[in-house]
């Protein structure tokens, strides 16, 4: 069905997942502009800083707010390919330019989040067991070090290293078998690399032991 594949359609997606939900709602609700917040990311951590002064309930409320709609973004544009029949390499495609549009808006800029919440909902549909387990090591990393950067690289790269022995140890059904989808890992490696070029300077701080724990008043990624 998308053997000349749509360019309004990877347009559409990409700038789906440009909409900047945490900055809309750090605008709107906060009266102050995330792109001089903290990190300067569109993420639910640099939410949660930028309403941690004003409430920490509404910090909280807003960060998770923040998440859920960024994940959203990646679900809902894979779901509408899904719906219409397109190809499982097309569904891929798509997912990885909401990622970009995500970390790189045009309504910001290109700046934007760090991509880690619209990598998660773009995966769920497509390859749903390493997305939840993804999910299982970002909640219990964040849980055990408190480091918002740490559970995010680690959840994602968890996942993504899991669509390399899941699949070849469990009989997976086809349509959430990344081998039997289109073959080659090629897309998740990808979305891996959007994820650790958008977290570069965490991985620095990580690696000089100077990324600090976030904490009911403080958020780091």
């Not at 440009?18 to 709107?28: D, E, R």
């Not at 290109?110 to 387990?133: D, H, R």
């Not at 480091?147 to 390399?164: A, E, H, K, M, R």
Request: charged letters at 10%; aromatic letters at 10%.
């Amino acid at each position: 069905m998308d053997t000349n594949p749509n360019i309004l359609l990877y347009i559409c997606a990409y700038l789906i997942g440009s909409i900047p939900f945490g900055a809309l709602l750090v605008k709107i609700f906060a009266k102050q502009n995330i792109l001089e917040i903290g990190s300067k990311s569109t993420g639910a951590t640099n939410v949660y800083r930028a309403f941690a002064a004003i409430s920490p309930q509404k910090a909280k409320f807003f960060s998770l707010l923040t998440l859920l709609l960024d994940a959203f973004k990646g679900l809902f544009v894979v779901l509408v390919a899904k719906i219409m029949g397109l190809s499982f390499e097309t569904q891929y495609a798509i997912a990885i330019l909401a990622i970009l549009g995500h970390c790189y808006s045009p309504f910001l800029g290109f700046n934007g989040g760090k991509g880690v919440a619209t990598a998660i909902g773009s995966v769920l549909l497509l390859i749903p067991v390493e997305g939840v387990c993804g999910l299982i090591v970002w909640g219990i990393v964040g849980k055990v070090f408190k480091i918002s950067s740490l559970s995010s690289l680690l959840g994602v790269l968890s996942g993504i290293v899991l669509t390399f022995v899941i699949p070849n140890i469990f009989s997976l059904p086809e349509s959430i078998n990344i081998n039997a989808q289109i073959g080659t890992h090629v897309p998740v490696v990808l979305i891996g690399i959007i994820i650790i070029n958008t977290h570069w300077e965490n991985i620095k701080r990580l690696a000089l032991k100077q990324e600090q724990q976030f904490t009911d008043s403080t958020k780091t990624a």
